[in-house]
């Protein structure tokens, strides 16, 4: 997602979705949290925030998979203990989806229990239709922001999308959803994972265009007599996220970390916050640099329970 | 049944091997997938042809000290004696299968949305056909062909105890120090404008390093934190360090495979990095890595007579 101005003008020609999700827009790649300096009695310490934190923005273009994944991290990020990095730019950002008119190749949002033109996560819905952009409200949040900008509501968009939506292929591949929690009850030490897990190479490309994974690192960032405090992103693919500091590993190779990967997003995850962490985006179907595919795994992990 | 799976099928049913390491259609268009077989009936799948890009050698430090058979393109042979060169795997435990490359195709060399709006494609002889929805279109193979493979001397497997032949004609070879001309023509400031501009999109995913075969060490200095090298903020410069250290690391190793570009998600590509390495390393030394598995690696040795005028 770039900064937009009006001389850009929009052409959402060919636009299916972003390489990178709409996450780093509420949780960057690495932000600041304090600066510190001195020692001991010494100590000086102040917060810091990125200067993009709480900053207003309408983000357009989301598109619903990625508007849904949202409410995924909304899920995490305001559990027990309410992130205030992420909460601050979530509240001054208003998110304008852009239904699916024509879904991408990979896409599989219907399997997991979203859709093209979903609207859970949306503040605005938008949609091309007829060569012109339809747009009405979703939320409060996003009245408003219609209202202030001057557009008049479209009620009718809504009804016109349904319609063009039954004409439309749905984007799904036949991975059965809902069943994940209890298809990989007991599952943890099947034989089925010493397969599945083979091609993966262990890297972070998966879980960095995921718009649902939100794995962190907190770390100083340290310079003469003083430093940084900086929150990043990781990845429970690196073999560095679980290692301890006596050096033992308790995910040591890329079998136990490709486990994770899976059983987090479709199956503790559900069982905690009543969501899958699966948006069906395909980013990592597309971007895998070994082509292992989401649907595949999931299709095989479900399937092994019922033959 | 296809050349490779039948051969597969007989080294497994011979009990030559446990695992069968090599390419299966993908799920996505011009993209074969590395496949592991264990039994006979799992080898039914392997393919050989244009779209297998992978280096499959990847993964045997992981198979370490198992029979193994592996697919490998010219490339891919010689990281895998760069393997053996490092004694990260016995020439005992291995069966390779070569591949007589005639040059593979990368989704990369089309505009992004072209690619992705296709929904299948087939490599007939010279011509790819893409196919989108009910558009047909054919573009030359070599519009697509991967940058190493067009300056690649050693097509030919350097290594292997059995050969699966190409029918393909092979290309002109271009001048494979061309891209490092090209970048050694800017000036001096202009090259750095470049480097930095070309990691600046970075997310630091490591897929390239995960991808190169020549990247195994268990312990990257990326994840070293006493003192920590790279991270935990990632600006550009900790980007390019990060890639530069890499390139220094490969340097008399690089055997110019692409696995590395091909992973990227942002399509990062400092091959002329990596080339202008492998370039220093003949120039100096005379040596070009993963020809031989009983020489020594020119960056572990140490020859009285090796240049140092490098040393000021
Ligand atoms: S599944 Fe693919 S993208 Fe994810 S860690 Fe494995 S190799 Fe990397
Ligand atoms: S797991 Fe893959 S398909 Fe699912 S939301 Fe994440 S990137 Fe998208
Ligand atoms: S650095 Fe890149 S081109 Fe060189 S061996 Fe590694 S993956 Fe291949
Ligand atoms: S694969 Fe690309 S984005 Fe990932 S670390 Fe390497 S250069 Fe950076």
Same mark, same amino acid.
């Given at each position: 997602m770039v900064p937009w101005s009006a001389e850009d003008g929009l052409d959402l020609e060919g636009?299916?979705?972003?390489?990178?999700?709409?996450? +780093?827009?509420?949780?960057?790649?690495?932000?600041?949290?304090?600066?510190?300096?001195?020692?001991?009695?010494?100590?000086?310490?102040? +917060?810091?925030?990125?200067?993009?934190?709480?900053?207003?923005a309408v983000l357009f273009g989301v598109r619903p998979c990625d508007a849904r994944s949202l409410t995924v991290l909304d899920a995490v990020f305001q559990d027990d203990h309410p992130d205030p990095y992420y909460l601050q730019r979530r509240r001054a950002v208003v998110v304008v989806v852009l239904a699916c008119t024509t879904p991408g190749r990979s896409c599989f949002c219907a399997d997991v229990g979203g859709g093209p033109a979903d609207e859970r996560g949306a503040d605005v819905m938008a949609a091309e239709l007829e060569g012109e952009i339809r747009m009405w409200p979703v939320t409060d949040k996003g009245a408003q922001l219609l209202a202030e900008t001057g557009w008049e509501p479209?009620?009718?968009?809504? +009804?016109?999308?349904?319609?063009?939506?039954?004409r439309t292929p749905t984007p799904a591949h036949g991975v059965p959803a809902g069943r994940y929690p209890e298809a990989l009850e007991g599952r943890f030490e099947d034989p089925v994972w010493d397969r599945l897990h083979l091609p993966c190479l262990g890297c972070a !490309? /998966?879980?960095?265009? =995921? *718009?649902? /994974?939100? =794995?962190?690192?907190?770390?100083?960032?340290? !310079?003469?007599?003083?430093?940084?405090?900086?929150?990043?992103?990781?990845? =429970?693919?690196?073999?560095?996220?679980?290692?301890?500091?006596?050096?033992?590993?308790?995910?040591? !190779?890329?079998?136990?970390?490709?486990?994770?990967?899976?059983?987090?997003?479709?199956?503790?995850? *559900?069982?905690?916050?009543?969501?899958?962490? /699966?948006?069906? =985006?395909g980013r990592c179907v597309e971007h895998c640099p070994v082509n292992v595919d989401v649907r595949e795994v999931m299709k095989e992990l479900v399937s092994d329970v019922q033959s | 049944?296809? #050349?490779?799976?039948?051969?597969?099928?007989?080294?497994?049913? #011979?009990?030559?091997?446990?695992?069968? %390491?090599?390419?299966?259609?993908?799920?996505?268009?011009?993209?074969? @997938?590395?496949?592991?077989?264990?039994?006979?009936?799992?080898?039914?799948?392997?393919?050989?042809?244009?779209?297998?890009?992978?280096?499959?050698?990847?993964?045997?430090?992981?198979?370490?000290?198992?029979?193994?058979?592996?697919?490998?393109?010219?490339?891919?042979?010689?990281?895998?004696?760069?393997?053996?060169?490092?004694?990260?795997?016995?020439?005992?435990?291995?069966? %390779?299968?070569?591949?007589?490359c005639p040059g593979v195709v990368t989704p990369d060399k089309l505009p992004p949305e072209q690619y992705q709006a296709l929904t299948s494609a087939t490599v007939e002889g010279e011509q790819v056909l893409l196919r989108g929805g009910s558009q047909l279109e054919r573009v030359p193979v070599e519009q697509l062909l991967a940058d190493p493979c067009r300056t690649c001397q050693h097509p030919d497997p350097v290594i292997q105890d059995y050969?699966?032949?190409?029918?393909?004609?092979?290309?002109? @070879? &271009?001048?494979?120090?061309?891209?490092?001309?090209?970048?050694?023509?800017?000036?001096?400031? &202009?090259?750095? %404008? @470049?480097?930095?501009?070309?990691?600046?999109?970075?997310?630091?995913?490591?897929?390239?390093?995960?991808?190169?075969?020549?990247?195994?060490?268990?312990?990257?200095?990326?994840?070293?934190?006493?003192?920590?090298?790279?991270?935990?903020?990632?600006?550009?410069?900790?980007?390019?360090?990060?890639?530069?250290? @890499?390139?220094?690391?490969?340097?008399?190793?690089?055997?110019?495979?692409?696995?590395? %570009?091909?992973?990227?998600?942002?399509?990062?590509?400092?091959?002329?990095?990596?080339?202008?390495?492998?370039?220093?390393?003949k120039e100096r030394f005379g040596y070009v890595p993963g020809l031989d598995p009983e020489a020594p690696p020119v960056l572990g040795t140490f020859r009285p007579e090796d240049p140092g005028d490098f040393i000021k």
């Open positions: 636009y299916r979705n972003t390489l990178l999700p709409p996450k +780093e827009i509420f949780f960057p790649r690495w932000e600041p949290m304090l600066r510190y300096s001195g020692w001991g009695r010494n100590l000086r310490w102040e +917060e810091v925030r990125a200067p993009s934190a709480g900053r207003p479209d009620p009718g968009g809504r +009804e016109l999308l349904e319609q063009h939506m039954q !490309s /998966c879980t960095y265009l =995921c *718009p649902t /994974c939100h =794995c962190f690192d907190v770390a100083d960032e340290t !310079s003469d007599g003083g430093g940084l405090r900086v929150r990043g992103w990781d990845s =429970c693919m690196f073999a560095l996220y679980t290692l301890h500091a006596s050096g033992h590993n308790p995910r040591p !190779s890329v079998k136990e970390r490709f486990r994770n990967r899976f059983m987090h997003k479709l199956s503790y995850f *559900p069982k905690r916050y009543g969501l899958l962490a /699966c948006v069906g =985006c | 049944m296809t #050349e490779p799976a039948s051969l597969a099928r007989s080294l497994l049913e #011979e009990g030559r091997v446990e695992v069968v %390491v090599g390419y299966r259609p993908g799920t996505l268009p011009l993209r074969a @997938r590395p496949h592991f077989a264990f039994s006979p009936e799992q080898a039914a799948q392997f393919i050989w042809d244009r779209t297998c890009t992978p280096d499959l050698t990847v993964y045997l430090p992981r198979l370490k000290g198992r029979r193994v058979a592996v697919f490998v393109k010219g490339c891919d042979a010689r990281s895998l004696v760069v393997l053996l060169q490092e004694r990260q795997l016995s020439r005992e435990q291995l069966v %390779v299968i070569g591949l007589e050969l699966i032949p190409t029918n393909c004609g092979r290309r002109e @070879r &271009e001048d494979p120090y061309g891209v490092v001309a090209q970048f050694e023509r800017l000036e001096r400031e &202009e090259r750095w %404008v @470049r480097l930095e501009r070309e990691v600046a999109d970075c997310i630091g995913c490591y897929a390239c390093r995960q991808a190169c075969p020549l990247c195994y060490c268990p312990d990257c200095f990326t994840d070293r934190f006493q003192p920590r090298w790279v991270g935990p903020i990632w600006s550009t410069s900790d980007a390019l360090f990060f890639h530069l250290a @890499r390139a220094l690391h490969l340097a008399g190793r690089c055997v110019d495979c692409g696995a590395c %570009v091909r992973a990227c998600p942002l399509g990062i590509d400092l091959r002329h990095v990596y080339k202008r390495l492998e370039q220093a390393v």
